[in-house]
């Protein structure tokens, strides 16, 4: 983009790498470990979260624009400590910093009163919520603890993230396989992973997937965490003091974005949850101007439409969120859950509704023409510790005429949103180190 933007691109690079190698690392309890940023609950504001190896002094956040380093605000934030197994406690930390100017190059370091220090990060004040964009966000999700994830992702991530433009990253779900592995360290271990993927450097938003659910219930649990308090403590979304980041949204430019949790209405959500949740997806989708924000996506962790799963589990999703979706004409719908790509046709209805779920005449698998229905993408292709799901080899295939695109590489998905009529969906195969899909949505 330019300006004082490009500035902070060389020392993000530098800090991205350095963090993904480890460098630096420190073995004291009190030092600051995977700090990475959220929007804020207000304008202009970023949340930074992070965890230590054991109990800490007061959280705090020095930050400071970049060409006035002479004059630091240090904001103090909040400690929670809990137990994520019998044997072992997690000690998360956050504090909200700004306002911040858009475009402006910061730093910041998070800290312990009479503690541990962490490294000193570089970021971007967010583009203004409204303005007319550009605006570029790359999303992934089921990324787990694998071989593939950590020496293939993160490093094409990073360096796409070092090289300027990128807003935020979405994680679709599943940040740890499992988190309640390793007696309940394994959740640690994946923040720490997210944050060498420049989570540190840009803003990473969350939703909650199946895999960051797990069930140790101390006593005293508040009712609010279920079985995903490691996942909720960790991962600080808007509006946190009310939802506790089980769904929330924000805004980015010209384009507004809802998180959802499709684990409210599975085996593992809490009643009250699904209403709840209802509440605020009607609420939130009424309330967006399209006029400021032109472009609408949801993000949620199970698939509404797969070619790989069996279709009771997306009937579930489909009768939580498809309405609502339809009603407030969400244009773009990110998932993971399944482990591989696929993007879908502008489609309603259920998948036997071949009406509905066609193309377009105006449509063709590269230019969809003010499509009529949201769009479905799946990227559940970060590189989990599980498997690919091989789609292509479902007997039924032949009858998703729902499905344009279907590939079983390792990879991430890009969105781009130049102005207030035209989106841009690409696909990257870090296995191929190219572009294998791209499609734009035109509204003119």
Not at 47 to 67: C, D, R
Request: proline residues 6%.
């Amino acid at each position: 983009r330019g300006g004082p933007r490009e500035q902070a691109v060389a020392a993000i690079a530098v800090a991205a790498m350095a963090v993904a190698a480890g460098v630096g690392a420190d073995p004291d309890p009190t030092t600051p470990m995977a700090e990475h940023l959220a929007f804020g609950s207000d304008a202009n504001t970023l949340t930074v979260a992070w965890h230590t190896l054991g109990a800490a002094g007061t959280a705090q956040v020095k930050w400071w624009k970049t060409a006035e380093p002479e004059t630091p605000i240090t904001t103090t934030g909040l400690s929670d400590t809990y137990l994520i197994s019998p044997n072992n406690s997690a000690f998360v930390h956050r504090a909200t910093i700004g306002p911040l100017a858009p475009g402006t190059p910061y730093r910041y370091s998070a800290q312990h009163a009479g503690g541990g220090t962490g490294q000193v990060h570089d970021f971007v004040g967010p583009v203004a919520d409204g303005s007319a964009g550009p605006v570029k966000m790359l999303f992934f999700g089921d990324s787990g603890n694998s071989k593939v994830w950590a020496e293939a992702t993160v490093p094409a991530v990073t360096s796409e993230v070092a090289a300027g433009g990128v807003d935020t990253i979405i994680h679709t779900g599943d940040m740890a396989y499992y988190a309640k592995d390793d007696d309940g360290r394994m959740g640690g271990l994946h923040a720490e992973q997210l944050s060498n993927a420049t989570g540190h450097a840009v803003p990473l938003m969350t939703v909650v997937g199946n895999g960051d659910v797990f069930c140790y219930r101390p006593p005293g649990i508040p009712d609010w965490a279920q079985c995903t308090e490691d996942y909720q403590r960790r991962y600080i979304m808007p509006g946190w003091d009310r939802t506790h980041s089980l769904w929330s949204s924000f805004s980015v430019g010209p384009v507004h974005v809802i998180l959802l949790d499709s684990e409210a209405d599975t085996w593992c959500g809490a009643t009250q949850n699904k209403t709840l949740q209802r509440e605020f997806m009607e609420a939130d989708l009424a309330a967006v101007d399209r006029r400021v924000h032109p472009w609408l996506v949801a993000v949620v962790h199970r698939p509404l439409y797969t070619s790989c799963l069996n279709g009771n589990e997306q009937q579930t999703m489909r009768d939580a969120f498809a309405s609502a979706f339809e009603q407030y004409k969400v244009d773009v719908v990110f998932n993971g859950h399944v482990h591989s790509y696929e993007r879908t046709w502008p489609v309603t209805g259920d998948y036997n509704v071949t009406t509905n779920a066609t193309a377009e005449a105006s449509n063709t698998p590269s230019v969809y023409r003010r499509p009529s229905h949201p769009v479905h993408v799946i990227a559940g292709t970060a590189g989990n510790g599980e498997s690919i799901d091989d789609c292509s080899k479902q007997a039924n295939t032949s009858n998703w005429t729902f499905s344009v695109v279907r590939s079983n590489d390792i990879g991430y998905g890009r969105l781009m949103v130049p102005n207030a009529t035209h989106l841009h969906l690409e696909f990257f195969s870090v296995t191929q180190n190219a572009v294998i899909d791209s499609v734009w949505i035109d509204k003119s």
